[in-house]
């Protein structure tokens, strides 16, 4: 069959003029609201599917919040108070 013979059954809602197109008008945009990670095939296994991944960040996240913030008070002690703090649990002397 000849192109020239072809009918055009195209709607014209979608005729589209593509010498007016801008390449890659979306892409920047996209990229920078988008944020996929791959993970390894050995911790993809222990997961069903990404909301048990969020889930599990989320409680990780959470766990390093709270432990951060005990992390900081113990860091605001002098060494020497730390030091005693740490005999005192194990049964030492504090002397």
């Known amino acids: 069959m000849n192109p020239e013979e072809l009918e ?20 920047q945009p996209y ?7 791959v993970l390894e095939p050995d911790v993809a296994a ?7 991944v969020n889930e599990a960040l989320r409680a990780m996240l ?9 992390t900081a008070h113990s860091s605001q002690r002098s060494p020497g108070e730390a030091h ?9 002397d504090p002397g």
């Open 31 to 37: 990229i920078e609201s988008t944020n996929v990670v």
């Open 62 to 70: 959470k766990f390093a919040e709270q432990t951060s913030s005990l």
């Open 8 to 27: 055009d059954d195209l709607r014209p809602e979608y005729d589209f003029d593509f010498s007016k197109a801008v390449r890659g008008k979306y892409y």
């Open 46 to 52: 222990a997961f069903k599917n990404s909301t048990a």
């Open 84 to 92: 005693r703090t740490l005999r005192l649990r194990s049964g030492q």
